[in-house]
Nanobody, 123 residues
């Protein structure tokens, strides 16, 4: 069982930056690939970014490429999402998720989920 707790969300103006974090309880955190997803009001949950279990390989949805960076610290059992040049359309509840050993893009491949942290970008 893996427990995930997100933090770091908040209100920011367009063009600003935020870093959200996800702390994991797993003893074998280094064995898990991790992902970030988001869900805006009235919309389905969508993939944002994913990182391999060793933190070397990353993947991003097109709309955040060049603006967001996912990273993983296996010593701190934490995954981060650095968000720069934020836009109002980035407003959503951001979730982290833990999957298997391989990097995954589909939410159905992730077994454990956090409760989410709200990110609101004002125009």
């Amino acid at each position: 069982q893996v427990q995930l707790v997100e933090s770091g969300g908040g209100l920011v103006q367009a063009g600003g930056s935020l870093r959200v974090s996800c702390a994991a309880s797993a003893r074998a955190f280094s064995n898990y690939a991790m992902g970030w997803f988001r869900q805006a009001p009235g919309k389905e949950r969508e993939f944002v970014a994913a990182i391999s279990r060793n933190g070397i390989t990353t993947y991003y949805t097109d709309s955040v490429k060049g603006r967001f960076t996912i990273s993983k610290d296996n010593f701190k059992n934490t995954v981060y999402l650095q968000m720069n040049s934020l836009k109002p359309e980035d407003t959503a509840l951001y979730y982290c998720a833990a999957g298997g050993s391989a990097l995954q893009l589909s939410s159905s491949k992730y077994e454990f989920w956090g409760q989410g942290t709200q990110v609101t970008v004002s125009s």
